[in-house]
Every structure is written in structure tokens, then in C-alpha cells.
Nanobody, 128 residues
Framework: QVQLVESGGGLVQAGGSLRLSCAAS????????MGWFRQAPGKEREFVAG????????YYADSVKGRFTISRDNAKNTVYLQMNSLKPEDTAVYYC?????????????????????WGKGTLVTVSS
């Protein structure tokens, strides 16, 4: 079993930055692809960013491309999401997830089969 705990959320003004962390425990995540997802009020959960087990491949939703960066430190069993140039529409609960298959992370649609492991989320609020 893998437990994922997100942190780093908070209130930030538009144009600001936040760095989210996803700390894993229970077992190593070095063999898992990892992803960040978000769910805004009244909307379905959506894919934000994904990274391969080695960190060599990364993918982003079009809405965050060029502003967000996903990275991982397998030695620390942690995945990060650096969010720059934040916009009010980035306001959401952000979740990290682990799955053996990066393509399942990148092609995730709400209502589809879930990831192997999910965190409980951290709230990001961007004020205008």
C-alpha cells in the first residue's frame, strides 16, 4: 500500500506561485508514474500533469503548459508541482496519484477506472 499526502496549498494572488508536494509512504514510488489532478468547485476532476517513474517524461494539460512544472525525487519518495503565473481559474483541490502506467494518468477522465493510489488533496485558491 502507498499513502500519499499532499501539502503546499493555500491562498495566493493571481500571478503568484505555489509549490505543491506529494509525500509517499508505505512503499517506494520509484516504480510508479505519478500525476497531479485537480477538481474545481462544481467540476469534474481533471488531469493536470504527469511524470514517468524515472522523471524522464512529463506531460501537461494544455491549460497549465508553460506555467506548471512536475518533478520528482525518488530518493525522497516525493513528487512536486511548481505552479507559476497562477490564475483564478486554477483554484481547485489538487490531488496526486500513483499508477504503474503513465498513459492512464495522462488520459484520465473523470468516471474512468481510478489510479492505484490517490492522496486526499490540498486546496489552492487564487484570488483576482
Amino acid at each position: 500500500q502507498v499513502q500519499l499526502v499532499e501539502s503546499g496549498g493555500g491562498l495566493v494572488q493571481a500571478g503568484g506561485s505555489l509549490r505543491l508536494s506529494c509525500a509517499a509512504s508505505g512503499r517506494t514510488i520509484s516504480t510508479y508514474a505519478m500525476g497531479w489532478f485537480r477538481q474545481a468547485p462544481g467540476k469534474e476532476r481533471e488531469f493536470v500533469a504527469g511524470i514517468s517513474w524515472s522523471g524522464g517524461s512529463t506531460y501537461y494539460a494544455d491549460s497549465v503548459k508553460g506555467r506548471f512544472t512536475i518533478s520528482r525525487d525518488n530518493a525522497k519518495n516525493t513528487v512536486y508541482l511548481q505552479m507559476n503565473s497562477l490564475k483564478p481559474e486554477d483554484t481547485a483541490v489538487y490531488y496526486c496519484a500513483a499508477d504503474p502506467f503513465l498513459d492512464l494518468i495522462v488520459t484520465y477522465k473523470a468516471g474512468s477506472d481510478g489510479m492505484d493510489y490517490w492522496g486526499k488533496g490540498t486546496l489552492v485558491t487564487v484570488s483576482s
